[in-house]
């Protein structure tokens, strides 16, 4: 049984060290998008429109009746409108994935003299199509 083991173990390395030898220092590594920051701000400028939420396994349609929309400008402004019209102006920061979490956004604005903040949690862009996590379910943008 030592045997055994103990011809396994060789194994496994030989093949981990053969697996990060074959790696050619010319091959370039492409990075995770979601892990740049100007990547995805480049994807989120622009006007966004909320399409719907996700209900347990399927999304539902309700963009005719929640008309919530966000802004993005190049200048790290953005601006946001609830479905009850009421508008929301200040900053973004946005910090890319780690291995562990999604990107994130971050939302400055003021609230009388105070300045409040807004966490989101990106968790898909793909074109046109955005899909964060901000109040305990994914609701999805369509980008316009």
Not at 53 to 63: A, E, F, T
Not at 66 to 73: E, V
Not at 79 to 93: D, F, L, P, R, V
Request: net charge neutral; glycine share 6%.
């Amino acid at each position: 049984m030592k045997k055994i083991i103990i011809a396994s173990a060789i194994s496994i390395l030989s093949l981990s060290t053969l697996s990060s030898c074959s790696s050619s220092d010319d091959t370039p590594i492409e990075q995770n998008k979601f892990e740049d920051s100007q990547y995805i701000k480049s994807q989120m400028i622009g006007h966004w429109e909320f399409w719907g939420h996700k209900s347990p396994g399927y999304w539902v349609y309700n963009g005719d009746v929640d008309k919530s929309t966000f802004d993005f400008d190049n200048d790290s402004n953005y601006q946001s409108k609830n479905a009850m019209g009421q508008i929301q102006k200040g900053t973004y920061i946005i910090i890319g994935a780690t291995k562990t979490d999604n990107p994130v956004l971050y939302l400055s604005y003021k609230e009388g003299d105070k300045t409040k903040m807004r966490t989101i949690y990106l968790k898909e862009l793909d074109g046109n199509k955005a899909v964060i996590y901000e109040s305990g379910f994914d609701v999805r943008y369509d980008k316009k």
